[in-house]
């Protein structure tokens, strides 16, 4: 009688023991995202970014998130290197970072000079991506031998525009990278101003790219320089010009050999982490037993102090 007992402990411990682990695994991973979803602080309305540079009016059905919780996410959540250019990400106001499906507008600034914009109406948009996609194509050597994915410029996803009279540039391109099934939208948009330009990059899956194309004319109204910073106050005797214009804005000319391979290199993780929605990063770190579960950061006004230097 012992001894059978002892079978159907044995039994029992065989057959649920293994899964009663997986799922507590499971509801932990659940509970975490829960955690982090709650632990972001947004904000709406008039915001001031970096130190008087810019001013966004958040569009109507976005949240902002501030350049700290936004470097924490870019670098802890999804994987990549620290940017100190990041001035805030906008989010759809009923999704968080860890969203499956979602997009996000990172927004950061670059003092690369002032723009001259005189080649904007000459320029051939088709022979421009030609460029760009054997530009893209020679880097993928590179890309391998630093462990990642090869890419691929599929074409414009939406043709570039300029709009002369307000010095704002936006495009968009469809990317595909290694083996992903799915293609992924990358959405660009540039603000001209006297010594540089803000940036606001849409991160995305294809699929989304109607919802990003309806909203851009609200982020395009939505970003502008403060006085002072603005394209109409450069000064020829003592400001920079820029060394390339705007195809070569576009084109990533400049950028081609630290930035355009660098670009690819920061954000294929961020690009691939939102397009096969986020919270695969939870499901990976469960599924391998050999690694520990991850630690719960919160950030929130109340305790930023307490994220590592350089978020």
Do not use: C
């Amino acid at each position: 009688m012992k001894t059978n007992l002892l079978r159907v402990i044995g039994l029992w411990l065989l057959l649920f023991l293994p899964f009663q682990i997986w799922a507590q695994g499971i509801d932990s991973a659940a509970f975490q995202h829960e955690q982090i979803k709650e632990s972001f602080t947004y904000q709406t309305g008039k915001i001031t970014l970096g130190d008087g540079l810019a001013i966004l009016q958040v569009p109507k059905g976005y949240k902002f998130l501030d350049a700290a919780q936004s470097q924490y996410v870019i670098n802890q959540l999804w994987g990549n290197p620290p940017d100190s250019s990041t001035l805030g990400m906008l989010f759809p106001e009923k999704d968080t970072p860890l969203t499956e499906n979602s997009y996000a507008v990172h927004i950061s600034y670059s003092e690369e000079g002032y723009i001259e914009d005189d080649d904007a109406k000459d320029l051939d948009y088709a022979n421009l991506l030609k460029g760009m996609q054997q530009d893209t194509r020679d880097l993928n050597s590179e890309r391998v031998l630093a462990g990642y994915p090869v890419v691929e410029l599929i074409g414009w996803a939406s043709k570039p525009f300029y709009d002369a009279s307000q010095h704002k540039l936006h495009w968009a391109k469809e990317i595909k990278f290694g083996d992903e099934e799915a293609n992924t939208l990358n959405y660009n948009v540039r603000v001209l101003g006297r010594k540089g330009y803000l940036l606001l990059n849409v991160i995305a899956p294809m699929q989304v790219l109607p919802v990003v194309k309806q909203s851009i004319p609200d982020m395009l109204r939505a970003i502008n320089f403060t006085e002072g910073n603005q394209y109409n106050n450069f000064n020829p005797d003592i400001d920079e010009v820029a060394k390339y214009g705007i195809g070569g804005l576009i084109a990533g000319k400049v950028l081609a050999k630290a930035g355009f391979f660098a670009f690819i290199l920061k954000f294929w993780k961020v690009l691939a982490a939102v397009a096969m929605g986020a919270f695969y990063y939870f499901k990976q770190k469960f599924k391998n037993k050999k690694e520990a579960v991850p630690a719960l950061v919160v950030v929130n006004q109340a305790n930023l102090e307490s994220v590592p230097p350089g978020l």
